[in-house]
């Protein structure tokens, strides 16, 4: 490749209105969720949507910038759930539709998932879902390849960029001729790597919407029907294994008698043939596993013949492993299987070059990874606690809380605080301390009501984002209300889910699009629902807000908080902070409240152990100046 095609690629990687191109062969430099991305807009994908969570994001921002152009109609939903709901009902119509989500999303959206796979589909529809081994983003290492053997849905799992494009232009066709929903999956590696994409044309396919009316495949109102239904997606599965069988995502490489035998998905098989072409291991036949329900079973047979011992490399839990012990009981070869169940490779944690080297090794006996012994970062960095941004409002919102309980003379351990998902449960870390729990969207509410049924009298604070609020919040809410349960619930409202990447909250829906949408109130949500006590404060104004949690918390019933300023990150992007803030040397003492209570990163002492602002950080956000004993700071200023 000439240097002046390398610039070319580069450049497209940088513009993402390329995305849009219509040049066959042309080629860009894509992460796998801009190739996902790409390969719905090749297959004339009508409708895109889904809720911000990493590693599945991307998706959407990437069609969001093109998405007008292209007759796409694109948006970010209040939650998985409906926007599965919602994308359903465009494929019932015979329209093409993509909906995006992370692995806890899909918990949100199987309720729905499993009563749409019975219903079937007219046009395709692809739901993706992207797992995260090793935690990256947070959350539990679900592995959602057990929702295709629960939903009885079809899944497809490329392991780079093209495939990924490539697949979900494939999972679309699929869909539409067994009419059903395909799963399409990928893990954080192959998201967020990035390779040379090869782009074929955007189809269009011109299809006029409709809708009949046929209650005995819509509804689930009797057991017959049920029945019927269930039996449907079995028949269409077991008719359609062939097709599965031979899609290009599954391959299967041998020369004929080897003595071994490695079965890889993912990104295991990047691992995977890369150890063998360097090691020169012609003793291996090797199957690469593409699609995870339904199991290519004539693969697997073919590969497990004549073979001494196998090797399945899998990330998260021994789904093929079992699959593939299951098949070998049956042939009674006597073919020893090694994975995760017999300590081979781990059942936690993301796989790596030296994880995949090493299982090779125990299965032939040899050592491959002396000539790999990468340190380790927990060898080489310093760790350190996740803090919030310099000038996050969050801070000044638990700094607040602090002092309310203080003045109460509670102190930390005198009330409890519940903590939610996103930004706001970076308020468990130092300085701050306060929350307690985290277990999912909108759960910090549900779980303060339990522990005051349990008969705690002590004060009970539910902390919560906006965004999360939105997501699944409000039916908690309700149930406060309903019950009359003695709970504070403190709303984080920094108008964005910031966590994920700054899409677009509910309560500031300014479309990608530049179109104006009403922002939904917090405040009158919660009074709608019948909360008596509702404060809005700015978590700038410290005196202000602890005053207003001292009234909630004193307050006989349920009570609501919101605390809203914008995210710190949103407020750089769009230029307001006019400038940051600034300390006297002469009146600063280096009593070091300022850092102890805020923690704030843009903090730091000096080398005459006086404290220093780094302007390149500050956010402006006035906490500082608020908490200094002695006035030497001058706050920085943000535009209102």
Known sequence: MSESSKSKEVIHFMNQLDLASNIEGNRLFLMGNQALARGAIEADARFVTGYPGTPSSEVIESILPVAKSLGIRAEWAVNEKVALEVAAGVAFTG????VTMKSAGLNV??????????????????????????CHSGMEEQDSRFYANLSLLPMLEPSNPQEAKDAIVEAFQISEMLKLPIILRLTTRIAHSSANVRLNQIRKIGRKPAFKKDVRRHTRASPIWCMEQHQSINNRI???????????????????????????????????????????LDNVALL???????????LIKKLLNKRKAVL?????????????KAIASEQETGVVIHGKMDGTTPRVGEFSHETVRKAIGKLLRKDFTSEMQPRKAEDVLSVREIQFCPGCPHAGTYLAINQALNRLRLRKEGAIVTGDIGCTIVGMNKPFESCWTEICMGASISV?????????????????????????????????VLNNIRVVVVVLDNQITAMTGQQPSPSNYQKYTGDYAKPIKIEEISGSFGVEFVRVVDPFNLKATTEALIEAINFEGPSVVV????????????????????????????????????????????SDKKVAIDESQCGGCTICASICPYHAITPGRWKI
Do not use: M
């Open 288 to 298: 690469k596993i593409g699609v995870a329900n339904p199991l290519p079973d004539i």
């Open 563 to 606: 605390s809203r300023r914008s995210c710190a990150l949103d407020a750089r992007r769009r230029k307001i902070i006019e400038r940051a803030g600034w300390i006297d040397p002469q009146k600063c003492t280096g009593c070091l409240a300022c850092i102890k209570l805020s923690g704030c990163p843009a903090l730091a002492i000096s």
């Open 109 to 134: 959206a199987a309720d729905s998932l499993l009563s749409i796979a019975y219903s079937g589909v007219d046009g395709g529809f692809v739901v993706y879902v992207a797992d995260d081994p090793s």
């Open 95 to 98: 329209l093409r539709s993509l």
């Open 312 to 324: 399945v490399l899998e990330e998260l839990e021994p789904y093929i492993e079992l699959n593939v």
């Open 238 to 280: 077991h008719e359609s294994k062939r097709v599965f069988e031979q899609l290009f995502l599954n391959r299967f490489i041998s020369k004929g008698e080897e003595e071994f035998g490695i079965v890889a998905s993912g990104v295991t098989w990047n691992y995977a043939i890369e150890a063998v072409e360097q090691f020169r």
């Open 448 to 480: 303060a009501a339990g522990l005051r049924y349990s008969g705690i009298e002590k004060p009970i604070l539910a902390t919560i984002g906006d965004s999360t609020f939105f997501h699944n919040g409000l039916q908690a809410l309700i149930n406060l």
